[in-house]
């Protein structure tokens, strides 16, 4: 039987990875070893576990799905300082570099340059365990890179590659195609901010196989602020010498003390494909939706995010945990109705939170999910609670509470946004508490 309103999410198959990203500019000059001096190191480490299988939702068999999701990451680092300037970011001081290649300037890049064969070792494959591996490094640091680090950012080109096979609730797949990359604007603006890109294929997305499509975004990156600095120490510089590590806690709200490598320090890139990208056909149950890839003969579409990665730095010996908490969503404006998922991931060693992603996803076929917030701030409200921000500090969780075991509910209240919906009282279930290395 054929639906013709319905849409799907998907993710890699039999993949999981992450990491974060921000627009700007680093000079990477200022971490190298210097003569003499005694250096530790810091390694960057992609990951991917397998996991629940990223096509739950849509198709149990695994048989298709998100089969290709390539960006060109320009660079990955620690900083100890910068300032936020929206959602991007200038001033950054005491950078840590991780990760960067050199891709020229983010603005120069187009579409001829973007499909350009020898423009294409720029591009990691999220799907791809061996280039995701890519990513590897292991840094040298100095005395003179000791000190408090608060943010992590990463930064890519606007020009990202997918390649996907998406079934729909009614038995319609809807497959990737290239094609021309359109300019819009919203509505009542006129700012290159505010403007979005389709890519317009010739071909029907209802007629396969998949192919490689370039899909443009408007951004180039993202931030993140940690709940508590994190600390790089003289002693650090000599993996010898063993650290007590405090950051735990006991039931009693006591340290748990345990020792610590000194001097070797990771970073764990992660990103979830579960839910990562949907597809509709005929869905007119969120006008607010805009496809980034859409057929002319057909009124089929594929939405494709911003890359949801971030990266969690922590001391070899400590426990990177993911907390995983889910919500149901009632929308009830003039221009969605309906009921939608959300899915919060807290990144944490001991209590601080290093990480946050949030992502929306259907929960019955028929309306498609806006985009949330990202979550750039996490702050302690002094009682225990949690105030998760959008990049304004504009909270998006207030008081969110986190909970000690899997199956414990909450509630919290939910600022929306710019999706122009009332603040409203969810509720909150945890689901999944994950050691991710």
């Given at each position: 039987m054929r639906i013709t309103n319905g849409l799907a999410f998907v993710g890699c198959v039999s993949a999981f990875v992450s990491v974060f990203l921000c627009s700007g500019c680093i000079d990477f000059g200022s971490s190298s070893d210097s003569g003499g001096s005694t250096?530790?190191?810091?390694?960057?480490?992609?990951?991917?576990?397998?996991?629940?299988?990223?096509?739950?939702?849509?198709?149990p068999s695994g048989g298709s799905g998100l089969e290709s999701f390539q960006v060109a990451v320009s660079d990955i680092s620690l900083a100890?300082?910068?300032?936020?300037?929206?959602?991007?970011?200038?001033?950054?001081?005491?950078?840590?570099?991780?990760?960067?290649?050199?891709?020229?300037?983010?603005?120069?890049?187009?579409?001829?340059?973007?499909r350009d064969p020898a423009w294409s070792r720029h591009y990691i494959d999220f799907c791809s365990q061996a280039s995701i591996g890519r990513i590897a490094s292991s840094k040298p640091f100095t005395l003179r890179d000791t000190g408090d680090y608060h943010w992590v950012v990463i930064n890519w080109a606007p020009?990202?590659?997918?390649r996907s096979a998406i079934p729909l609730p009614g038995g319609d797949t809807v497959f990737t195609h290239d094609g021309p990359v359109t300019r819009h604007l919203y509505p009542n603006s006129n700012g290159n901010d505010?403007?979005?890109?389709i890519t317009e294929p010739s071909q029907s997305l209802l007629q396969g196989p998949a192919e490689e499509a370039i899909v443009r975004k408007n951004n180039g990156g993202t931030w993140f602020r940690f709940l508590k600095p994190l600390h790089l120490t003289e002693a650090d510089l000599d993996s010898a010498v063993t650290l007590a590590d405090t950051v735990g806690r006991d039931s009693?709200?006591?340290?748990?003390?345990?020792?610590?490598?000194?001097?070797k320090w990771n970073v764990l890139l992660v990103f979830n494909p579960l839910d990562f990208l949907y597809a509709g056909q005929n869905d007119h149950s969120n006008t607010g939706i805009n496809g980034d890839i859409v057929s002319a003969d057909s009124s089929a579409y594929v939405h494709v995010p911003f890359l949801k990665a971030t990266a969690v730095p922590y001391r070899e010996g400590e426990d990177v945990m993911r907390e995983t908490y889910e919500f149901s969503v009632q929308i009830d404006t003039a221009w969605a109705r309906g009921t939608?998922?959300?899915?919060?991931e807290l990144y944490l060693i001991g209590d601080n939170v290093v990480a946050a992603t949030l992502n929306s996803y259907p929960t019955d076929g028929s309306l498609a999910p806006p985009d949330v917030p990202t979550i750039f701030f996490a702050e302690d409200k002094g009682d225990g609670s949690l105030s998760l921000q959008n990049y304004d500090h504009s909270p998006v969780f207030d008081g969110f509470l986190r909970r000690q075991v899997v199956g414990q509910e909450g509630t919290v209240l939910w600022n929306a946004g710019p999706l122009s919906q009332d603040a409203q009282t969810l509720t909150y279930r945890l689901a999944e508490i994950k050691k991710m290395n």
């Open positions: 250096a530790g190191r810091i390694r960057l480490v992609p990951s991917i576990n397998g996991g629940r299988n990223a096509l739950a939702r849509v198709a100890k300082d910068l300032t936020t300037s929206g959602s991007g970011w200038s001033g950054i001081s005491g950078v840590l570099p991780l990760f960067s290649q050199d891709i020229g300037d983010h603005n120069s890049v187009d579409t001829t340059m973007a020009f990202f590659r997918v505010n403007a979005y890109y009693a709200g006591q340290p748990i003390v345990k020792f610590v490598p000194s001097g939608y998922g959300m899915r919060l």
